[in-house]
């Protein structure tokens, strides 16, 4: 059957959709931290963020149906649904960031927020990590580094390579000032070049690039320059928010960042297709005056029920509190699992995003994307799923749903066991 689908898949969706697994799985069904493929076979979700509070939440499934029964239509009818919803999600907010505009994706919400820092600044230039990912449209596209694309990185962006303590001899006082030099030479380029300091663009967890370790003071520091330079920031909360790293609900306020924009996306409605751009009165004001924005399935009734249910469950399960506890509990077998493996490197991350480096040799010099996608795959064979990132594809990304539990974990770490046996 999955054979047969893959072929007819490849006959209308083309064969450059990319998919899991040198065997791609056919799922019919899921459940809490639990998906079941086309023969009955039961998968441990330790990968999947969109399912924040876990596959077919019941009280999100009621919530989308009973709206879905009742009315489902776009903003441009009152509806107190949607600023029911806007009111919850930006509660969760300092004061300062008080308006919120819905988008459909995180590409989407991308993509209007740098529509609004291009306006408020004047400018084009842009600074984004040198390895990264934020969207599919035609503009992020000119701003990705860390997928193939067929555009070209675009004249405004300059890439700054991200620090990693994991990954130096350096000190961290000598890393932090030659990542520094960087963001100087960067934004000097920028102006030098006509374009104009507009934004810094970054997701908090370094997520695409590897979990980077980042040096105490960089975050502010690169901040403090863009904004010395006239440019605004942008933190995208797609891979970070939503209660993911446990001690914050946003990623950006764990590293200390004041954004004057956030981006939503993927966890936003478990799945249903919601994004937003949250940023303050200010630059809505200069925005909307000349821009008539309006999306027609973004912010809709159903919408709105999925997102407001997900904060609420967030909130009633208490899942970030639970995050900060089985993430160090984690951490901490992890560690001791890396003492028996001298090719394991430093665990990284933060509460239930988490994941190391594999390397080819035990003194931890050369990363082993091959050694990577064994474990990968030996994981999959033990019914568990994650996946990897980092710029050579050596990290484990691991990122469960937040409803896991600590027999979750032991099932995690007994596959991993096994996993890094076999290879």
């Known amino acids: 059957m999955t054979a ?11 064969p450059y959709s990319p998919l899991f697994y040198d065997e791609p799985l056919e799922f019919v069904s899921a459940a809490g931290v639990c998906l079941t493929d086309s023969r009955g076979e039961q998968y441990l979700d330790a990968y999947n963020n969109v399912p924040q509070v876990g596959h077919c939440h019941p009280r999100i499934v009621a919530a989308i ?7 489902n239509t776009h903003t441009r009818y009152l509806n107190n649904r949607v600023v029911d919803y806007a009111e919850q999600l930006l509660s969760t907010f300092p004061s300062r960031l008080d308006k ?3 988008t459909n994706s995180g590409s989407e919400a991308n993509d209007l927020a740098f529509r609004m820092v291009r306006q408020a600044t004047g400018a084009s230039g842009v600074l984004v990590s040198d390895f990264s990912y934020h969207g599919h449209t035609s503009y992020l596209a000119g701003l990705t580094t860390g997928l193939r694309t067929g555009e070209r990185l675009a004249p405004e962006v300059r890439p700054i390579r991200i620090p990693d303590l994991d990954r130096t001899t350096l000190s961290e006082s000598e890393l932090l000032s030659q990542s520094l030099e960087e963001v100087d030479a960067a934004i000097d380029s920028l102006n030098a070049g006509g374009f104009g300091v507009a934004g810094f663009l970054f997701d908090s967890l370094f ?3 590897g979990l980077n370790s980042l040096p105490n003071g960089y975050i502010s520091a690169v901040i403090d320059r863009v904004h010395a330079a006239g440019g605004l920031i ?40 919601v994004g937003g751009v949250v940023t303050s009165s200010h630059m809505l004001d200069q925005f909307g005056p000349v821009n008539n924005y309006f999306n027609t399935f973004a912010g809709t009734p159903v919408s709105a029920a999925a997102g407001s249910t997900v904060l609420s469950i967030l909130q ?18 992890l560690e001791l699992l890396g003492e028996e493996y001298s090719f394991i490197g430093p665990i990284k991350g933060a509460g239930l995003f988490f994941g190391f480096e594999i390397f ?42 937040l409803v896991f539990k600590s027999k979750h974990a032991d099932q995690l770490l007994e596959s991993l066991r096994l996993s890094l046996k076999e290879v």
């Open 4 to 14: 047969s689908l893959l072929q007819r898949r490849f006959a209308t969706l083309g």
């Open 316 to 333: 009633d399960e208490q899942l970030p509190e639970k995050a900060v506890l089985l993430g160090a509990e984690i951490k901490e077998a």
């Open 100 to 102: 919120v505009l819905f």
């Open 207 to 209: 997520s695409t690039e």
């Open 65 to 71: 149906a009973e709206q879905a029964g009742r009315l």
């Open 234 to 273: 942008v933190a995208d909360e797609v891979q970070s928010g939503f209660g993911r790293t446990g001690t914050h609900f946003w990623g950006h306020q764990r590293v200390g960042a004041q954004a004057d924009f956030v981006t939503l996306g993927k966890p936003m409605a478990n799945g249903h297709p």
């Open 360 to 401: 080819a040799d035990d003194s931890r010099q050369t990363p082993s994307p091959e050694r990577t996608k064994r474990i990968v795959e030996a994981m999959k064979s033990n019914k568990v799923l994650i996946s990897r990132i980092g710029r050579d594809d050596s990290v484990l990304k691991i990122r469960p749903p």
